[in-house]
Each structure stands twice: as structure tokens, then as C-alpha cells.
């Protein structure tokens, strides 16, 4: 199960997470700050976001924006996932409600999360789909 992110990637994504649909400008002008990274490096990496299937692109009013392939949900689930059961070896169920106190996650993304860490085997929200 291949569903590892790169810091830089999960920047991009909690940013299209925050703002929705964006241009590859509006992302670079967010994140500038925090990567120092030229407008070409943010496109690049755009671009190769894309290639692997975490980001997609498309067209609005003939700009291209992209958003994230995944909710934080499935992201976030795929990776506490990969990491109690692949690295740690834990077998038994995992308490979602670890992540009760983020900002981010509602109660109902929390029951998402659990069936997705606790679910069935199975790559749930994991690159490459």
C-alpha cells in the first residue's frame, strides 16, 4: 500500500483543502512564504502531484485550477492507516477519536475516519487508486 506524502505534498493539499480549486499563482502565493519555492518549482510540483493522482486539474473560465483527488478525511485516514497497521503492526482497532480535538474534523469526518483506520482490509483513500 503505497500511500506515503511528502511534507511539500501535504502542504499543497491542506491548502487546496482550505481554499478550494486553485490556480497554480494562488498556491504559490500562499505557500511562497513557507518554501521559498519559485513560481516553475510550484508547478512543478503541481504537475507532479498530478502525475501520482493526488491532485487534480482542470478548467475554470480558461484558468487551470487544481484541487486535492482525496478529502483530508481519506488522506489522513490512509496514513494513520499505513502507520498502526504497516509499520507498527497493530492489529487491533485504533481510536479515530484520537483526532477529536483538530480543528479540522467534524464528529461525522471522525466516523469516516474510523472506517477507513479500522475498516475492512483494503487501501481506502490511498494514492493510485
Known amino acids: 500500500m503505497a ?10 493539499l ?9 490556480s497554480s499563482r494562488e498556491v504559490h502565493e500562499a505557500l511562497v512564504a513557507e518554501t521559498g519555492w519559485s513560481p516553475s518549482t ?25 484541487r486535492a483527488a482525496r478529502s483530508r478525511v481519506q ?28 480543528p479540522h474534523i467534524t464528529e461525522e469526518e471522525l466516523d469516516e475516519l474510523d472506517a477507513i483506520i479500522n475498516g475492512a482490509a483494503g487501501d481506502m483513500g490511498g494514492q493510485g487508486e
Request: glycine share 8%; net charge neutral.
Open 42 to 66: 510550484t508547478r512543478t510540483m503541481l504537475s507532479r502531484m498530478e502525475e501520482k493522482g493526488i491532485i487534480t486539474r482542470s478548467e475554470v473560465h480558461g484558468v487551470v485550477v487544481f
Open 3 to 12: 500511500v506515503s506524502y511528502t511534507g511539500t505534498e501535504l502542504s499543497i
Open 75 to 102: 488522506v489522513l485516514g490512509a496514513i494513520a492507516r499505513e502507520l498502526t497497521r504497516d509499520v507498527f503492526d497493530i492489529k487491533g482497532a485504533v481510536p479515530a477519536s484520537m483526532f477529536a480535538d483538530s
Open 14 to 22: 491542506k491548502q487546496l483543502w482550505s481554499a478550494g480549486p486553485s
